[in-house]
């Protein structure tokens, strides 16, 4: 087991030390407490948890509601009322919002005590955690090594002891990469189920939760609900915490191992995921490999992703974009090069693939494939040259396996399931039917449950 010299709370689970604060055995303050002295011993080497606010948390204590005080980070693409957020560019270094993101608000109401504010690359665009603010976030398993993007402080934190949940977002990975890559779950919901963008009506962005199991994740999915925004939706009747207490024991899993040739894998992660379904399949669970018509998926996601740019590049003075980095000046060429045909294209490409992949749900709980082809690089690396010999063009190739689900609107689960040979972790993504976080839950359980993968935090190498 890995060493962790943390306070003994911050070892717990979120659900062990909610139980404790129903049994009044501990308070928030305790809690606040242990997260305080667990981000002094683990930074600034970390650099996951970038702005604290604990003066702010002890001022909002909300004892009798669903989480009743426990502490959580917030991405820095988000905004909290009163504490600096800087999306990680230059051009908002000191920016101060007067207002919390409505997912904030609903989160607070639940009793989430917000401590700070998780590192995340520039604008939230890459899977390496770096910008020109704050610097780079490294991987708690190896610090010279990549935790992940773009919600990596919070996979770091999470996987350290800061802090028991985690908020974090998704567009093309970003909540899936760094839970693979730091030994923690990671939720990306359907667009609608917990907040929304800055846009309104986008849905390929979405926010979501992060946590060191799976029941933990279903719980503050549970917290983030209640946001009116034109494409949210009511809760279930039935919450997502409850739906993972009845996990069966086996599960039918549809795995395309590359994605039915969308994207590159090296052959240890090609290797460790398949032996995580060899297991599954000794428990009694069906695994078939199936296959889907993946053939225009790339060229509609860069080109919705373009428009998506094209929107906030739009929304932003240039005394902010001229601060930019290369490879996002980069997407808003793309961006003006996009033709009404190009959007067209894209959009009858994700019809296509919904219903395809909605059939194939038919037949299965969750379908399996990998959240990115190969293990974390040096930090330094913004993105990998070649994945298994095939050259990357840019840093959008190795982001390949995230398309599927961000462009259907369904859920997606990155679960832990091992080590590849060099000790780093890596997870595999599970990807539910339309709006059924629950079914996705459930199935995610299961699987935590056959492969018994430790996820206890640790001290930072």
Known sequence: MAEFTGP???ALTALEVRALLKAREISPQDLLDAAETRIQQTEPAQNAMVTRCFARARKSIRPDTLLGGIPIGVKDLTDVKNVRTTYGTIG?????PTASDPLVTVMESHGALVIGKTNTPEMGAGANTFNEVFGPTGNPHNSALNAGGSSGGAASGLATGQVWLS???DYGGSLRTPA???????LRPSPGRAGGSATVFETLGVQGPMARTVSDCALFLDAMQGVTSPISFPAPPTSFLTEVQSAPDTIRIGYMPDL?????VESDVATLLASALREAEKSGCMVEEVTLNTTNMDQAFRAIRALGFATTARSLLESITRHFKETIQGNAADAAALTAQDLAKANLTRAQLYRDTSELLTHFDVLACPVVGLGPLNREIEFPPKVNGTKSRDYLDWLGFSNLATLTSLPALSLPIGRLPNGMPMGIQLIGPNRGEGTLLKAARALERILATNTSPLDPR
């Open 8 to 10: 003994a709370l911050s």
């Open 92 to 96: 908002f270094k000191d920016h101060i």
């Open 167 to 169: 908020h974090g977002s």
């Open 180 to 186: 693979a890559y730091c030994n923690v779950v990671g």
């Open 260 to 264: 039915c040739g969308h994207a590159p």
